[in-house]
């Protein structure tokens, strides 16, 4: 069963940067599309951007401009970019892969504060 592996979370200050990582095993993973959502305290969790097994991206209108979502196939990597971090994107980050069923990554927190 395949299993996603999220590092690359922490605490950083407002307009600071920050990468995530989410890395699959045991899958072919160039055939899934794969996506970013975060949860904050209290909130549903939402989705931060997607990427299709082709490359075509899609973005929250609150991240646009300011995350992207590369892949990296030969590794079996997802990524998010962050730049121009706010105290908003406060959360944690969890990684999907669209297989049947779908499977998450176990999250990994992010906290922008001065």
């Known amino acids: 069963q395949v299993q996603l592996v999220e590092s690359g979370g922490g605490l950083v200050q407002p307009g600071g940067s920050l990468t995530l990582s989410c890395t699959a095993s045991?899958?072919?993973?160039?055939?899934?599309?794969m996506g970013w959502y975060r949860q904050a305290p209290g909130k549903q969790r939402e989705l931060v951007a997607i990427?299709?097994?082709?490359?075509?991206?899609n973005y929250a209108a609150s991240v646009k401009g300011r995350f992207t979502i590369p892949r990296d196939n030969a590794k079996k990597t997802l990524y998010l970019q962050m730049i121009s971090l706010k105290p908003e994107d406060t959360a944690v980050y969890y990684c999907?892969?669209?297989?049947?069923?779908?499977?998450w990554g176990q999250g990994t927190q992010v906290t922008v504060s001065s």
């Open positions: 045991d899958l072919l993973f160039r055939l899934y599309g």
């Open positions: 999907r892969i669209d297989t049947t069923p779908l499977k």
């Open positions: 990427i299709t097994n082709s490359g075509i991206t």
